[in-house]
């Protein structure tokens, strides 16, 4: 990035409240000063996966964090809406025209697609534990997503979040007592709120997806992901690294799909190296 881009003031002004972007609340918090750095939370979660990365990146950024469209304190959805276009709004509306995005899972996807979409908002890109749209599905996944939609319909929520746990906080080689309960008891608070959140919204794909089109990526990017995490979400990593142009890769030792909660050092750390050269500093 050139000096100019790096030193970028940015008008957010540090709080939290809300924007109201193509008919939709979107909650969400701005801390730190300095270039902008927007944090893209996974769909097991809400913004608050991110606490252990707030006040250590604003020590060199101003930091964004929100909770997406049917997430945490934003607005369920309703009807057609576009991920990529909810970000594009949440940007313009605070006044940030680029920005460096650091997502995970969900949010990885949703950083991919606008990069592609958008690349003219995006100036770094971070996924962790992230597939491109249009990655072939895992049937493994598959049967635990409806083991866990059969339990919902069945009227039993606590068991549902107790099997995407299992999924992703424990991943398909631990048990439960390998992960700090509290990351675990957070994540359980996280996920049971999706559960009753309303859902009648019908997200966009992008077209074609990110799958098809990763070697035009251009901004310099980080792949993430932990070694316990699900394998076809760590061949998926192997094949973001290897598909987009210069793109450096590195697994977090001993952790699943959520390093940023499970080993928060070692991802802060990795995330900030990076921005680092990235940004010149």
């Known amino acids: 990035m050139t000096d100019t881009t790096r030193t970028q003031a940015t008008v957010v002004a540090p709080g939290s409240g809300t924007v109201e972007v193509d008919g939709a609340r979107l909650w969400y918090e701005a801390t730190g000063r300095g270039y902008p750095l927007v944090l893209l939370h996974a ?9 252990d990365q707030v ?9 964004v964090r929100y909770d997406a469209r049917g997430f945490g304190r934003s607005d369920p959805p309703v009807g057609p809406f576009s991920p990529r276009a909810d970000l594009a709004g949440l940007l313009a509306a605070l006044g940030i025209p680029r920005a460096h995005l650091v997502g995970c899972s969900m949010g990885g996807t949703v950083a991919l697609d606008t990069t592609l979409e958008r690349p003219d908002l995006v100036s770094a890109l971070v996924v962790c534990g992230s597939t491109p749209s249009g990655y072939p599905r895992d049937e493994t996944l598959v049967k635990g997503w409806e083991a866990v939609d059969e339990a919902f319909e069945a009227g039993d929520v606590a068991h549902a979040v107790e099997l995407e746990l299992r999924m ?8 439960p007592d390998a992960v700090a309960p509290a990351v675990r008891e957070k994540v359980r608070d996280m996920d049971a709120a999706l559960f009753a959140m309303p859902d009648t919204g019908e997200p966009q794909k992008l077209d074609p997806p990110a799958m098809e089109r990763l070697g035009d990526i251009r901004v310099p990017t980080l792949v ?6 699900q394998p076809s979400t760590v061949a ?8 987009i142009p210069n793109a450096r890769q590195a697994v977090i030792r001993d952790t699943a799909h959520l390093p ?4 928060a050092a070692a991802f802060n750390r990795l995330v900030l190296d990076f921005l680092a050269k990235v940004d010149g500093a």
């Open 168 to 175: 992703w906080v424990d991943g398909p080689n631990r048990g």
């Open 236 to 243: 998926a990593a192997e094949l973001l690294a290897e598909r």
């Open 43 to 51: 769909g097991i979660a809400d913004a608050r996966m991110w606490d």
């Open 260 to 263: 940023n909660m499970e080993r």
């Open 224 to 229: 993430l992901v932990g070694d316990q995490d």
């Open 55 to 63: 006040a250590t990146f604003a020590e060199r950024y101003t930091v």
